[in-house]
């Protein structure tokens, strides 16, 4: 069977060294026009902030090259036992599915006049409708387990002798069609692009042959986030704007560039103004929005989130309010300690990544969702971010449930017999390991590798 090289974007290194770094270099520099037609006065992209992010982006990098130099390779046959990864893709879409569905009939019910206002494109609409969704408790939660769905059954994709239940394509496409419902409602369109991407990683990865369109997807994907991007800025921000005599094509890139250096400005800017609080508030936002603490009665310091409305209000643009994932450890921890905890970051983005590459179980379905915060890091940090922490835990969990699953179907089929002449062979770890190490990275000597 030919083994087709994975494209160079999918190497976290690559990515942010060719892709990310460019586009954040780029957006310091001509970004500075944007600011200010998009009303932000205060530039703070100089020459202390700049090169610190470029440090931050540095240590990524830093840490992914020591996982990927230190974990082994392997590149091994993928097995599924279909019962279980049937199971599990059934739970994870209905999940994702009844969530997504309850919330739209929610917001329909409870609020039909903020939801017509914000489909008219009224100002403060939008943002007010968005807020409610995601404050919904639970269940915002369990929608973001579509990403490992659609990363689950692109690795099935791989698998020759797996075969998926017949339910799984009727609750694919459901599950596409309450995705982009919700999308539409709430006017959140990271959700498109995280379902493209889980969806469509592993197959451009181990089923495109290389060519010119895959070796330039991550730039093709930009011209179509930016025609994603316009399409929701013409029903949330245009009909503000149409009266001014600008041209919607004009309105709109300046609004795209805008996203981008705001956010790098914010992050900039807000570093430079504060000192570090070395408590992982930017970097771990989950934690302090954990729903479990109110209903134990803890309360949680807010008064960094305070602080940087006020730092918006007073410098910058509240319509245009991402505190940039490049500056988010510098925040926290200031830059030599904050570089230090990007790092470690890194090293975990690149035992996923190899694990990945070798087709293991978990980095099939988790690097799928992990390489999405390379491509959002200008914008926010997102591996910190409450949507992530579901899509991470719910990997995690399927692992481990199919991972048992392989196990006793070897426990049931029992050691394999030698053949005549052949010496009884000895007990190998994969009777206790099926799958090879955690990650994927190591096979065992007897039967397919996760």
Same mark, same amino acid.
């Given at each position: 069977?030919?083994?087709?090289?994975?494209?160079?974007?999918?190497?976290?290194i690559?990515l942010?060294?060719?892709f990310?770094?460019?586009?954040?270099?780029i957006s310091t520099?001509?970004?500075?026009?944007?600011?200010?037609?998009?009303?932000?006065?205060s530039?703070?992209?100089?020459?202390e902030s700049v090169p610190a992010?470029i440090?931050?982006?540095?240590?990524?990098c830093v840490?992914?090259?020591l996982?990927?130099?230190?974990?082994?390779a392997s590149n091994?046959?993928?097995?599924?036992?279909e019962?279980r990864t049937?199971?599990?893709?059934?739970?994870?879409?209905?999940?994702?599915i009844?969530?997504?569905?309850?919330?739209?009939?929610?917001?329909v019910?409870?609020?039909?006049g903020?939801?017509?206002?914000?489909i008219n494109?009224?100002?403060?609409?939008?943002y007010?409708?968005?807020d409610?969704?995601? /404050?919904?408790p $639970?269940?915002?939660?369990l929608m973001?387990?579509?990403?490992?769905?659609?990363?689950?059954?692109?690795?099935?994709l791989?698998?020759?002798?797996?075969r998926l239940? /017949?339910?799984i394509w009727?609750?694919?496409?459901?599950?596409?069609?309450?995705?982009l419902?919700?999308?539409f409602?709430?006017?959140? /369109?990271?959700?498109?692009i995280?379902?493209?991407?889980?969806a469509?990683l592993?197959?451009?990865?181990?089923k495109l042959r290389?060519?010119?369109f /895959?070796?330039?997807s991550?730039?093709?994907?930009m011209?179509?986030?930016?025609?994603?991007f316009a399409?929701?800025?013409?029903?949330?921000?245009?009909?503000?704007y149409?009266?001014?005599?600008?041209?919607?094509?004009?309105?709109a890139?300046?609004r795209?560039?805008g996203?981008f250096?705001?956010?790098?400005?914010n992050?900039?800017?807000y570093y430079?103004k504060t000192?570090?609080?070395?408590m992982?508030?930017?970097?771990?936002?989950?934690?302090?929005?954990?729903?479990?603490?109110?209903?134990?009665?803890?309360?949680?310091?807010?008064?960094?989130?305070?602080?940087?409305?006020?730092?918006?209000?007073?410098?910058?643009?509240?319509e245009?309010n991402?505190?940039?994932?490049?500056?988010?450890?510098?925040?926290d921890?200031g830059?030599?300690?904050?570089?230090?905890?990007l790092t470690?970051?890194g090293?975990?983005?690149?035992?996923?990544y190899?694990?990945?590459?070798?087709?293991g179980?978990?980095?099939?379905?988790?690097?799928p969702?992990?390489?999405y915060g390379?491509?959002?890091?200008?914008?926010?940090?997102?591996?910190g971010?409450?949507?992530?922490?579901p899509?991470?835990?719910?990997?995690i969990?399927?692992?481990f449930?199919?991972?048992? $699953?392989?196990?006793?179907?070897?426990r049931?089929?029992?050691?394999p017999r030698p053949r005549?002449?052949?010496?009884?062979?000895?007990?190998?770890?994969s009777?206790?390991?099926?799958?090879?190490d955690w990650?994927? $990275?190591?096979?065992?000597?007897?039967?397919?590798?996760?």
């Open positions: 069977m030919e083994v087709i090289r994975p494209p160079w974007w999918i190497n976290p690559a942010l060294g060719v990310i770094l460019p586009v954040f270099l520099i001509y970004g500075a026009d944007s600011l200010a037609i998009n009303r932000i006065y530039n703070y992209m100089d020459w992010g440090c931050a982006l540095f240590a990524l840490g992914s090259g996982a990927i130099w230190l974990a082994p091994n046959p993928l097995h599924l036992p019962a049937n199971t599990a893709l059934i739970v994870l879409a209905s999940l994702a009844a969530s997504q569905v309850f919330v739209i009939f929610d917001l019910i409870s609020y039909p903020l939801v017509m206002q914000a494109g009224e100002q403060g609409a939008i007010e409708l968005h409610t969704a995601v /404050r919904i $639970g269940l915002t939660s973001n387990v579509r990403g490992v769905f659609f990363a689950l059954v692109s690795a099935c791989l698998d020759r002798d797996f239940a /017949r339910w009727p609750l694919y496409a459901a599950l596409v069609v309450t995705t419902m919700y999308s409602i709430v006017s959140e /369109r990271v959700v498109i995280e379902m493209g991407v889980a469509l592993a197959p451009l990865t181990f290389p060519s010119f /895959r070796a330039t991550p730039f093709v994907g011209i179509g986030i930016f025609g994603l399409v929701g800025e013409y029903f949330r921000s245009w009909p503000f149409q009266g001014t005599g600008i041209q919607f094509s004009d309105f890139f300046d795209f560039v996203y250096a705001s956010s790098i400005n992050g900039a800017g430079l000192d570090p609080t070395l992982p508030y930017w970097t771990a936002g989950w934690l302090h929005r954990f729903p479990l603490w109110d209903f134990l009665g803890i309360s949680m310091d807010a008064s960094s989130g305070v602080q940087f409305q006020s730092f918006l209000n007073r410098f910058a643009n509240p245009f991402n505190y940039s994932g490049v500056y988010a450890a510098l925040i921890f830059l030599p300690l904050g570089c230090l905890y470690i970051w090293f975990l983005g690149g035992l996923v190899r694990s990945f590459v070798a087709r179980l978990l980095g099939l379905i988790l690097y969702v992990w390489i390379y491509f959002d890091i200008i914008r926010v940090f997102y591996w971010e409450p949507r992530f922490v899509l991470a835990g719910a990997a969990a399927v692992y449930y199919i991972r048992g $699953g392989h196990r006793l179907e070897a049931r089929a029992g050691p005549a002449g052949e010496a009884r062979p000895r007990a190998v770890e009777a206790s390991r099926p799958g090879g990650f994927g $990275g190591r096979a065992p000597k007897t039967g397919p590798a996760l």
